[in-house]
C-alpha cells in the first residue's frame, strides 16, 4: 500500500482551524469539503485519460479527457459525508455510495449497518472518505465490504489518522492508496486520536 502524506500549506492550515475546540459548526463543515477538496486535487492526479478530438474556434485538435466509468465516492457514515462535496466540486458526475458502520463505544469495533454501491464497481476508481483514521476498524472493514462486492481500484482519504490506524490498512489492504491529511501522536484510552479534533461525527452534524 503506498500512503500520501499532504504537504501543502493551505491543508495544513485549514486542519489545524478544524482541531480548534471554538470552531463552530458551520466552520467546521466548511474547513472539512475544502481539506477534501485539495486533498482530492492530489489524490486523483493519477486518473486514467484518453485523447478525443475537439473542434476549437481556431482548429481541430486531439485533446485529453477522463477515460473509462465514472469514479465513485464512498462516504463512511456518518463523518465521510462530510468530505463528498469537496470531491463533487472536483467530479461533479462521479457516484456516490455509501457505507454504514458504528463504531462500538465499549469495543471500539466497527458494526456494519448500511452499504449501498454503484452498479459496475469493478470498473470504477473507488475513493473512499472518512475524516478519521483511528485503530483503522472502520477503513478496514469498508474497504473488506467494497472488495466483498467486487471494488478492485480503491483509494482511501483521512484528514487526520494515527499511527496505529494506518498500520492496520496498511496490513490488511496492501494494495490500496492511502491519502492522510496529517499524522497524529497516538490513540488515547478511549481510542481517539491525540491530539486529533474529538468526534468528527458530531462535529459536523452538531450533535455534542
Ligand atoms: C468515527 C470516524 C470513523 C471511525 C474511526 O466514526 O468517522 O468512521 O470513528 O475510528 P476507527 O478507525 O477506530 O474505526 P464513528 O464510528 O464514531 O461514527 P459516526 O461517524 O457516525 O460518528
Ligand atoms: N472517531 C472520531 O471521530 N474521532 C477520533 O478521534 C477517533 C474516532
Request: charged fraction near 20%.
Amino acid at each position: 500500500m503506498s500512503v500520501s502524506y499532504m504537504t501543502h500549506p493551505l491543508i495544513k492550515h485549514k486542519i489545524t482551524l478544524l482541531r480548534k475546540e471554538t470552531t463552530t459548526t458551520g466552520e467546521f463543515r466548511k474547513l472539512i469539503e475544502e481539506i477534501a477538496m485539495l486533498m482530492g486535487y492530489e489524490a486523483l492526479a493519477d486518473l486514467p485519460t484518453t485523447e478525443i478530438e475537439v473542434k476549437t474556434p481556431i482548429e481541430t485538435t486531439r485533446q485529453p479527457v477522463l477515460e473509462g466509468k465514472k469514479p465513485v465516492i464512498v462516504p463512511i457514515l456518518r463523518a465521510g459525508l462530510g468530505m463528498v462535496n469537496g470531491l463533487l466540486a472536483l467530479m461533479p458526475l462521479a457516484r456516490v455510495g455509501h457505507i454504514g458502520l458504528a463504531r462500538d463505544p465499549e469495543t471500539h469495533l466497527p458494526r456494519e449497518y448500511y452499504c449501498n454501491l454503484p452498479n459496475l464497481i469493478d470498473e470504477r476508481q473507488i475513493v473512499v472518505v472518512d475524516p478519521m483514521l483511528a485503530t483503522g476498524g472502520s477503513a478496514v472493514a469498508a474497504v473488506d465490504s467494497i472488495k466483498k462486492r467486487g471494488g478492485k481500484k480503491i483509494k482511501f482519504m483521512s484528514v487526520i489518522a494515527a499511527p496505529e490506524g494506518v498500520s492496520a490498512l496498511m496490513q490488511a489492504h496492501p494494495d490500496i492508496q492511502l491519502y492522510v491529511g496529517c499524522l497524529d501522536r497516538c490513540l488515547n484510552e478511549n481510542a481517539y486520536i491525540c491530539p486529533g479534533l474529538g468526534d468528527a461525527g458530531d462535529r459536523i452534524f452538531g450533535t455534542l
